[in-house]
């Protein structure tokens, strides 16, 4: 069996490894590959992400079809730009840099953000002569007046607001206004949020967002109670949540617990198990609160319970029942159901 290739199968050498003289620009986004549909991907080396691109120092003017492709270069973990907005491309390593050392391409990197803008930085230049005979020509190719190019029908024309970052944040944000936030409490912060009243700064959380109430903020602040969807990974911090309904009796606010907690938030949630159980498990209980009843799961059984047990008992004949003229045979016990009526009165809130 061939030995595998690693970095010791080849002797030492003296000799430095030969310096390499990376190059990176930046190109405008004129087509991008999206799936297998596209009359491109049938080209073996381009991957769901490619980009057409035109370089802004040397191929201005170029019409589109005669641009080259480039691919991510991490197809692991794609940003989609659009037409119209500047990417970076660095020189990096193909296939064939096993048998030749110098062997490369280029690979896009980056969204360049020439608008500062979350949800779009498509940014058609404007037209300039070129050429000898000085005719004017768009930055895009097209002969003539400017014309801009498709940005894409599915980009709304919206000015989504970037989140407020605090010291050491990792925020990946989305053109629609969805984001994960990597943070920690910054409760010394001026800028006050939904975790950060409690716990010791550098205490981790993670927050998932998807949506946005207020279009007119510069920048914002995620909402738990805003209408959009969130999911809330905490560790220490309290989380200021209102639940849509009270709580049974004897349950604190929710707003009230220091500790980890995982927080779903949105104006529906589905649990769906499509092969086995869905298990809820609460080490002090179990509670459900709807716009008429708040019971815990433990004290509802107890009820149930106690009615199965009576009318068991009255139908075994444990228990008959006399009136006024001798034995009628088993009837409920009167002050037990207005007992256990009672108890279930307290759940209807």
Same mark, same amino acid.
């Not at 998932?208 to 809330?232: A, V, W």
């Not at 309904?245 to 949105?266: C, D, E, F, H, M």
């Not at 769906?272 to 004290?299: C, F, H, L, Q, R």
């Given at each position: 069996m061939a030995r595998p290739f690693s970095a010791t199968s080849r002797p030492q050498s003296g000799a430095r490894p030969e310096p390499v003289s990376q190059t990176t620009f930046p190109v405008e986004v004129v087509e991008v590959l999206l799936s297998e549909s596209h009359p491109e991907f049938s080209n073996s080396n381009l991957v769901?992400? @490619?980009? /057409?691109?035109?370089? &802004?120092?040397?191929?201005?003017?170029?019409?589109?079809?005669?641009?080259?492709?480039?691919?991510?270069?991490?197809?692991?973990?794609? $940003?989609?730009?659009?037409?119209?907005?500047s990417v970076l491309l660095i020189e990096s390593p193909n296939p064939g840099v096993i048998y030749r050392p110098k062997s490369r391409d280029y690979c &896009?990197? @980056?969204?360049?953000?020439?608008?500062?803008?979350?949800?779009?930085?498509? &940014?058609?230049?404007?037209? /300039?002569?070129?050429?000898?005979?000085?005719?004017? !020509?768009?930055?895009?190719?097209?002969m003539g007046p400017p014309i801009v190019p498709k940005i894409g029908d599915y980009v709304p024309d919206v000015f989504v607001s970037p989140l407020v970052a605090f010291e050491g944040d990792r925020i990946i944000q989305g053109r629609w206004g969805n984001a994960i936030r990597f943070s920690n409490t910054s409760n010394g912060s001026k800028d006050q949020t939904f975790w950060n009243n409690? %716990?010791?700064?550098?205490?981790?959380?993670?927050?998932?967002?998807n949506g946005i109430e207020e279009l007119e903020e510069l920048t914002r602040i995620e909402d738990l109670n805003n209408g959009s969807?969130?999911?809330?990974?905490?560790?220490t911090q309290e989380l200021d949540l209102?639940?849509?309904?009270? #709580?049974?009796? %004897?349950?604190? $606010? #929710?707003?009230? &617990?220091a500790g980890s907690q995982i927080v779903l938030s949105s104006d529906k949630i589905i649990l769906n198990s499509m092969e086995d159980n869905v298990v809820i498990s609460g080490k002090k209980g179990v509670s459900i609160s709807t716009p008429e009843w708040k019971a815990d799961i433990s004290d509802l059984c107890d009820i149930l319970l106690t009615v199965v047990e009576e009318f068991h008992a009255f139908s075994t004949a444990a228990k008959p029942a006399a009136? %006024?003229?001798?034995?009628?045979?088993?009837?409920?016990?009167?002050? $037990?159901? !207005?007992?256990?009526? !009672? $108890?279930?009165? !307290?759940l209807q809130q």
């Amino acid at each position: 069996m061939a030995r595998p290739f690693s970095a010791t199968s080849r002797p030492q050498s003296g000799a430095r490894p030969e310096p390499v003289s990376q190059t990176t620009f930046p190109v405008e986004v004129v087509e991008v590959l999206l799936s297998e549909s596209h009359p491109e991907f049938s080209n073996s080396n381009l991957v769901v992400g @490619a980009i /057409r691109g035109r370089r &802004y120092d040397t191929e201005r003017g170029t019409p589109a079809e005669d641009l080259p492709w480039y691919n991510p270069i991490d197809p692991s973990e794609l $940003k989609i730009p659009l037409i119209g907005e500047s990417v970076l491309l660095i020189e990096s390593p193909n296939p064939g840099v096993i048998y030749r050392p110098k062997s490369r391409d280029y690979c &896009y990197i @980056a969204t360049v953000g020439i608008l500062r803008a979350i949800s779009n930085n498509a &940014y058609p230049a404007p037209t /300039r002569p070129l050429g000898s005979n000085g005719s004017p !020509t768009t930055f895009t190719g097209n002969m003539g007046p400017p014309i801009v190019p498709k940005i894409g029908d599915y980009v709304p024309d919206v000015f989504v607001s970037p989140l407020v970052a605090f010291e050491g944040d990792r925020i990946i944000q989305g053109r629609w206004g969805n984001a994960i936030r990597f943070s920690n409490t910054s409760n010394g912060s001026k800028d006050q949020t939904f975790w950060n009243n409690s %716990g010791t700064d550098g205490d981790p959380i993670v927050i998932i967002s998807n949506g946005i109430e207020e279009l007119e903020e510069l920048t914002r602040i995620e909402d738990l109670n805003n209408g959009s969807s969130n999911i809330i990974l905490s560790s220490t911090q309290e989380l200021d949540l209102e639940a849509s309904n009270k #709580l049974p009796p %004897g349950y604190a $606010k #929710l707003n009230q &617990y220091a500790g980890s907690q995982i927080v779903l938030s949105s104006d529906k949630i589905i649990l769906n198990s499509m092969e086995d159980n869905v298990v809820i498990s609460g080490k002090k209980g179990v509670s459900i609160s709807t716009p008429e009843w708040k019971a815990d799961i433990s004290d509802l059984c107890d009820i149930l319970l106690t009615v199965v047990e009576e009318f068991h008992a009255f139908s075994t004949a444990a228990k008959p029942a006399a009136t %006024g003229v001798g034995p009628t045979g088993p009837t409920p016990s009167a002050g $037990k159901m !207005t007992e256990i009526l !009672t $108890k279930i009165k !307290t759940l209807q809130q």
